[in-house]
């Protein structure tokens, strides 16, 4: 490998050992901390017989099965977002791609308890319209196809931006030729635009699914009162049982887990297998078809989307957050603030929980950009054989359940760590390096695709001009994969604002993140105080994206996602 | 620190102990973890893996999971002096783990709801059908106590969960979600906690809660020290505090039963000697825990 | 078919301030060839754009026959309009093999099997590329892009072919068997091709007709022996042609063609107040021969062919001249102007 | 600086069967200027990818003077071999504009405020570009991003510069301005020059030397007046200029410069039995005059200058000739033949 760094690569000696070392320390540390410990367990406590128990493979048949089909929901609705908003010429644009990334923001469990009110008997919607189901009538999301349509909602920002990124490298000429030689757009869709952007595509749907299989808050409300185990609420309910065989089976499951992962990178690998993506020449413009009288069609069908993933749950959040109690109706003489106020002026934890969850939200979005920039780089300019390792061991502390991650690294960090003697357990870098490793994945794909559209004399051409290795990322690499860096840095951000599960067990006084802040006082029963927490999350998000927004002229092309 | 707490409690609650505590013994640093049982217990064992364990004091919703240490060897033993004012059942006898105050199971209803239960037995009559929601006692270890109970009770038995999920009952969760569920109406009955309904009702909310004349299940909150600890002193003086009578006075006013004798019960809740406690055995319970769990979960269809 | 009428069409882009196209009106007559030649950014591939339907004109319109291509509000979508383009930047599809890039136009009419298959080895054997059929665009040399891009283009029946450079990066054997095809090609299907190139023997040899822009402006149309012999004005003399354009005194009358005594009389001329008048000279018009006007020679170059020399007359004009023998910079050489043109 | 020494370079690629350069070894001398011809996929792009440093040669090895650039094992980074090159598809950066494409390889080296400025604004200068410097490359014409590219090149000070068909798209008197700025850089900076073109005229105009490749190998060497005069062997003979190779007997003696006589007797004999020699016959070397041969016309192309005639000798082997008239395709004409070249 030494050698290979001569040999006219293009990447510098150090960046081999530098992604071998980010991948130990991220994914194979952890995850062999666990093992060690799960087989351990599995030795002295006598694991139960966990492979025979058909619910364990009903269980990964239902994960397998609502992650594939909440996949498909986010492509269908991220890709169809990311098509019509890339490439028609939409009204409105800026403002319909802002409101898509919103709904990331809103907790998973939020938005299911959003929808359940929606469609239940309380709905007030439904009420007026008078289609309320009567008191204690089936609820239809209890269901594989629930948690599927919940887990497309959640991860359609996923696959749209990743895909965005891809059709924004498209050369505007290969659109043409195709329509000149006939094609009817349709025709350009299928066999030219789509293919080209592929990797996009592909990338925005391999995280999806494996983000389905790791999701916990949907399954956990939609699932369990239909009897629909996955595996990370297996994987709880294993954990709320605790016992001497606990570890063995959680190890085991967590294993399980990885291996669903692998299967679904696996399949990546072959379909974007053997085909040229590098973009000839240059690519800066982007290729807008007129949709014609259809424009309107669209825009309905857009925006009506946009109100039910966005305004509905958010609307149900708001109503929550100003509501007295729960089930209380709404009105003007129930309404209340109070909720507001104690969580902006009494609640010593709020001003914690924001000033933690933004600091390492944007440490671990800027901090993993660099990390994966090299990464991805590697990946695909090295032509190392380790790549497709390298890429699965990235992937896979995204797929695990946040409480399974968690634990790997209280195993590794709660004793001091040995040589240096320093102890980070219970500090906020404990929460950080889990969310290194917990997001790797989610900032590595849309870069990877992006790098593999990428034509390589653009490089070369800076090469020749004189630039090492740092100058060419900087100047040339970088800027030229910005929608995709600027996909990867906003995606990682909403996501760990959010998050909850790597940080539940991770956090101690001090330490507390929003979305811990959020559980806490929703499970101890002050869900006004949660809904009015959530909410006050989604302002400071819009107000971030609004300033991003005030940035956008000083950025490279691309990186502010709703902007053209 | 010089004392570390990891318990479920709510926030609040949490956050009122751990306050009236320090007010009673000024320069003690008390840090404390407050999540749901699962994790917590997830994060106390990773700890005891890593051979580190950070908490002194466990307060907990169960005395299971405590006979459990106890029983692999993680607590500390300690005779409190106050224990002589709690019934004997309320504590362990080795002085390895207290109860701290009561928390039964009844049933909540929403106000809308065509009937309103009296017994345990209502639950399963047709004008329930469909209506009833309860927590999993994979989700809550009150919930798993509960089912010990109400199992082992002359009429009721397994065979009344078997009428329940004939009747079109479910159980998932923890109890949050069942008081969500029953407060929006989406179900009309739910098998739940006492202070969850209790509150809300007082805050406003469309909820009744009915102690049923079978009587109640309970949790008792229980805390206990950890083997490990370093700060056993500390630990100690938090055990006596949480028994003593201001202790006990701080979780009444917080809307629980409290377990010390002679403390008057917080308002919403009928006298003392109107409820009517069943009887459970924590170490036949943990003996029997993995067992009830799979009856349980066969009966509901639950995997796992 | 019919013919193609681009009519007062003119084109600006949002940015750049001068209109890239500007009021450019030009009949193509059914089944013509005709070659736009022009300086480099002079308009030349966004007329061809607006043709294919890429750009809408921000005035004037494009009918092909009585049927309106495109105006400022409305235009007929690329697909609908049957034509072909090379594109300057080859826009090969790097995902497809070169195959496939022949292929598509064939596929998306419809075409398949066989008959597909036929069709494109015979376009990959008319550009030379029959041993390329599966490799991919990157794989290929620069010269072979351009000429899968060719195969690409000339594969289906098009009622209109727009060819943009599409020889640029060939060597001289396969530009003169490219043209050969392409005059095949027009033969056999009638089409009506517009071929932008910066190449003048190129745009001459092919083309029926030939019109020359500079900044987005069409100065003349003409068939190539017209525009070469009787260019309008001082651009398109400097364009077609190395000619060199000399100013000297109006000639008397209204002759435009100038044989050497009528040049050496101007030449002679010293009168200041008549007004000077654009001469174009061409190199194969001036000889070397003992009995002319003396040049210093300012430059040589040898072409293979012959020597190309820039000469600088006595009043320092410069002038363009052909050898086949070489001749040393600085010398004085005596040269004879054979023919001449005022512009 | 110091001469470049390529020593039997050679590249296969893994798809693909035959090496795309096989074998090449060439010096080009210290400030040396050099021509590479070839057919499209003779491997020219390859040889100057490796000069460059970004393929790494399969087999042999490149030199800089007494510096081994690369050979099959290791090689020097492209960025420490203080080159510049003109890629045949530009390669511009989409995302900075002109001035900053063409700035870049400056601020790399540290020039940086005023300094910078002043010669990116002489390099657009010498590129006509002086109006675009604020533009994005996606919103220029092909020939601008081609100059836009050589500006680049052309603004540092390398010790080798690399242009691959730096000129391809640009139009005749561009072309010859930036001939003129091609040779002044060079005589200015000194720099070896290795340069590709499909071009000929171009090569011979420019080079000190002239290499010819075919398929991989290379052919000949050489001054451009000795590859024109004396080209070997039937590829370069056939690369350069546009003669036609005709197969008559082997003439008598080791005479190669054949005369009209000489070439009349070796039409006229019908010895079968002596071996038959490739003659190269030069377009301008047919002269059409009463007194010659007989010779059918199988085409006429105007090209402006002239008219290019395909004709066919009595046995059917094709000669190309020029005309300063129009011929009727199908006339007979006879012409003389005053110089031809044995293979
Ligand atoms: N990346 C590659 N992989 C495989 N084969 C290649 C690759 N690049 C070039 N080739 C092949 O190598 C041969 C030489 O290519 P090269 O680009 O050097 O040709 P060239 O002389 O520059 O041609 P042109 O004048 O058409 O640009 C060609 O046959 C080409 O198909
Ligand atoms: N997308 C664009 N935005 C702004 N200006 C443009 C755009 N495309 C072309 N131009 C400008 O319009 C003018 C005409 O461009 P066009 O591409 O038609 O030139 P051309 O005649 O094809 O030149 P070349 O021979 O160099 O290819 C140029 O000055 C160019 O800079
Ligand atoms: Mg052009
Ligand atoms: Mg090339």
Redesign the interface.
């Known amino acids: 490998m030494k050698?290979s760094s001569?040999?006219?690569n293009?990447q510098p000696r150090w960046l081999f050992p530098f992604v071998v070392t980010v991948i130990f320390f991220l994914s194979v540390l952890p995850l062999g901390r666990l093992a060690a410990?799960g087989i351990a367990?599995a030795l002295q406590g006598g694991a139960r017989n966990l492979l025979s128990d058909p619910?364990?493979w009903?269980?990964v048949y239902d994960t397998l099965s609502t992650s594939f089909l909440g996949m498909v929901a986010a492509v269908v609705l991220g890709g169809g977002f990311a098509l019509l908003l890339t490439l028609f010429d939409i009204r409105g644009k800026a403002m319909l791609g802002f409101l898509f990334m919103l709904p990331t923001m809103i907790p998973p469990q939020v938005t299911a308890?959003s929808w359940?009110?929606m469609t239940?008997?309380?709905s007030t919607l439904l009420k007026a319209l008078g289609l309320a189901p009567p008191?204690?009538?089936?609820?239809p999301l209890y269901s594989i196809g629930g948690i599927a349509l919940l887990y497309g909602v959640q991860n359609a920002a996923l696959v749209y931006l990743s895909l965005r990124a891809g059709l924004l490298a498209l050369?505007r000429?290969?659109v043409?030729?195709?329509?000149?030689?006939?094609?009817?757009?349709w025709?350009?869709l299928k066999?030219?635009i789509l293919?080209?952007s592929?990797p996009g595509l592909v990338a925005g749907a391999a995280i999806a699914f494996v983000s389905c299989v790791g999701n916990f808050g949907i399954p956990?409300?939609l699932g369990?009162?239909a009897?629909i185990?996955t595996l990370p609420t297996?994987i709880?309910?294993?954990?709320?049982?605790?016992?001497?065989g606990?570890?063995a089976d959680v190890s085991l499951l967590s294993a399980m887990i990885a291996i669903l992962s692998i299967v679904g990178l696996t399949v990546e690998e072959r379909v974007l297998r053997g085909?040229?993506?590098?973009?000839?020449?240059?690519?800066?413009?982007v290729a807008v078809f007129?949709l014609g009288g259809w424009r309107w069609l669209a825009e309905i069908v857009l925006w009506s989307m946009i109100f039910i993933i966005l305004v509905m749950p958010l609307t149900a959040l708001v109503a929550s957050s100003l509501a007295?109690?729960?089930?209380?109706p709404l009105g003007p003489s129930?309404a209340t603030i109070r909720a507001y106020e104690e969580i902006l002026f009494r609640q010593a934890v709020t001003r914690t929980a924001f000033t933690n969850s933004i600091t390492l939200s944007l440490a671990t979005a800027f901090g993993l950009l660099v990390v994966t920039v090299l990464t991805g780089y590697f990946l695909v300019r090295g032509k190392s054989r380790l790549a497709p390792v390298i890429s699965a061991l990235a992937e896979i502390p995204y797929a695990l359940p946040g409480?399974v991650l968690?634990?790997a690294f209280?195993?590794?960090?709660?004793?001091?760590v040995p040589v240096i003697g320093l102890s980070i357990?219970?500090t906020i870098w404990i929460i950080l390096i889990a969310y290194f490793s917990s997001f790797f994945a989610v900032s590595l794909k849309p870069v990877v695709s992006a790098f593999r559209q990428f034509?390589p004399?653009?490089e070369?051409?800076?090469?020749?001009?004189?630039?090492?290795f740092g100058?060419r990322l900087a100047?040339?690499l970088v800027?030229?994969v910005?929608p995709a860096a600027g996909a990867s840095v906003i995606l990682v951000f909403l996501i760990a604002c959010n998050e909850l599960t790597v940080s539940?067990?991770l956090?101690?006084?001090g330490t507390q993140t929003l979305g811990v802040a959020i559980y806490?006082?929703?499970?101890?029963?002050?869900?006004n105080l949660a809904s009015a927490l959530s909410v006050l999350v989604v302002v400071m998000v819009v107000a971030m994206m609004l300033l991003l927004e005030l940035l956008a002229k000083r950025l490279?092309?691309g990186v502010v996602p709703w902007q053209s | 620190a010089d004392l570390v707490l990891y318990t479920s409690q709510p926030n609040e609650d949490a956050q009122a102990t751990v306050d009236a505590f320090k007010a009673a013994n000024p320069g003690l640093d008390v840090q404390w973890v407050r999540d749901g049982t699962p994790q917590i217990m997830a994060k106390l064992n990773a700890e005891i893996q890593a051979g580190n364990p950070v908490a002194d004091v466990l307060l907990i919703a169960d005395t299971v999971t405590l006979e459990r240490m106890k029983q692999a060897g993680q607590l500390l033993a300690y005779k409190s002096p106050e224990a002589a004012n709690l019934d004997a059942a309320l504590y362990d006898a080795d002085g390895y783990y207290y109860s701290t105050k009561l928390i039964t199971t009844g049933i909540m209803y929403n106000t809308q709801a065509a009937m309103k239960p009296t017994s345990w037995a209502d639950l399963a009559k047709p004008e329930a059908k469909g209506l009833v929601t309860m927590p999993s006692p994979l989700a809550s270890g009150a919930a798993l106590i509960h089912a010990q109970t109400l199992a082992g009770v002359q009429g009721l038995g397994w065979d009344y969960y078997k009428q329940l999920k004939a009747n079109g009952a479910v159980a998932s969760g923890g109890n949050g979600g069942v008081l969500k569920a029953v407060a929006s109406g989406e179900k009309a009955y739910g098998v739940v906690v006492d202070y969850m309904p209790l509150r809300e009702k007082a805050k406003g909310a469309p909820v009744e809660f009915v102690f049923p004349k079978e009587g109640v299940s309970a949790v008792t909150e229980p805390a206990a020290i950890l083997a490990s600890t370093k700060h056993a002193d500390a630990a100690k003086k938090f055990i006596d505090y949480l028994l003593s009578e201001n202790g006990q006075k701080v979780a009444a006013k917080l809307g629980y039963i409290p377990a010390r004798k002679g403390i008057d019960l917080p308002p919403g809740y009928p006298a003392r000697d109107q409820i009517k406690v069943l009887p459970v055995n924590a170490s036949e319970a943990l003996k029997n825990s993995e067992k009830d769990v799979k009856t349980f979960a066969d009966i509901f269809g639950i995997k796992g | 078919m019919a013919k193609l009428i681009l009519n007062r069409l003119s084109k600006s882009f949002e940015t750049g301030g001068r209109p890239a196209v500007d009021d450019v009106s030009l009949t193509v007559r059914e089944g013509g060839f005709l070659a736009l030649l022009g300086p480099s950014g002079c308009g030349k591939t966004t007329v061809l754009r607006m043709i294919a339907g890429f750009e809408q004109p921000t005035d004037g319109s494009i009918l092909l026959g009585e049927r309106v291509l495109a105006d400022a509000d409305d235009m007929v979508p690329p697909e609908h309009r049957n034509m072909a383009m090379v594109f300057q930047s080859y826009a090969l599809w790097p995902h497809m093999s070169v195959a496939e890039n022949v292929g598509y136009p064939l596929k998306v009419r419809g075409v398949s099997g066989d008959k597909r298959q036929r069709k494109v080895k015979e376009a990959l054997a008319a550009v030379r590329l029959e041993d390329y059929a599966g490799r991919r665009p990157a794989d290929l040399s620069g010269g072979q892009r351009q000429r899968v891009a060719l195969a690409r283009c000339l594969v289906t029946e098009p009622d209109v072919v727009l060819l943009d450079e599409p020889l640029a990066n060939l060597d001289r054997h396969l530009r003169q068997e490219m043209e050969e095809t392409f005059r095949e090609f027009h033969a056999r299907s009638g089409a009506t091709m517009i071929y932008v190139t910066h190449d003048q023997a190129e745009a001459m040899a092919l083309a029926t007709d030939v019109a020359v822009m500079s900044e987005g402006r069409l100065l003349q149309v003409g068939t190539p022996e017209e525009i070469y012999a009787r260019p309008q004005g001082r651009l398109v003399g400097g364009l077609v042609g190395q000619g060199a354009i000399l100013s000297l005194p109006l000639p008397a009358g209204d002759m435009r063609v100038l044989d050497w005594p009528a040049v050496q009389a101007l030449l002679a001329s010293r009168e200041t107040s008549r007004p000077a008048a654009d001469i174009l000279v061409r190199p194969q018009d001036v000889e070397l021969t003992p009995e002319g006007v003396a040049a210093a020679v300012l430059s040589v170059l040898f072409e293979g062919e012959r020597y190309v020399l820039r000469l600088a007359l006595p009043d320092g004009q410069a002038l363009r001249a052909f050898s086949r023998r070489p001749v040393k910079v600085g010398d004085t050489v005596s040269v004879v102007i054979h023919s001449a043109w005022r512009l």
């Open positions: 050698r001569h040999r006219g293009s410990t367990s619910g364990v009903q269980a308890l359940i009110g239940g008997p309380s008191l204690g009538a089936p609820q050369p000429d290969a043409e030729a195709a329509r000149l030689a006939g094609a009817s757009s025709q350009v066999d030219i293919p080209l592929l956990a409300i369990i009162p009897s185990y297996l709880y309910s294993k954990f709320a049982a605790f016992g001497p606990t570890f085909r040229d993506y590098r973009v000839i020449g240059l690519s800066g413009q007129r007295p109690a729960y089930g209380v129930t409480i968690a634990v209280i195993l590794l960090f709660a004793a001091p357990y219970g034509d004399s653009l070369e051409a800076a090469r020749l001009s004189g630039a090492g100058r100047d040339i800027p030229l910005a539940a067990l956090w101690s006084a806490n006082l929703d499970d101890s029963g002050s869900f490279p092309k």
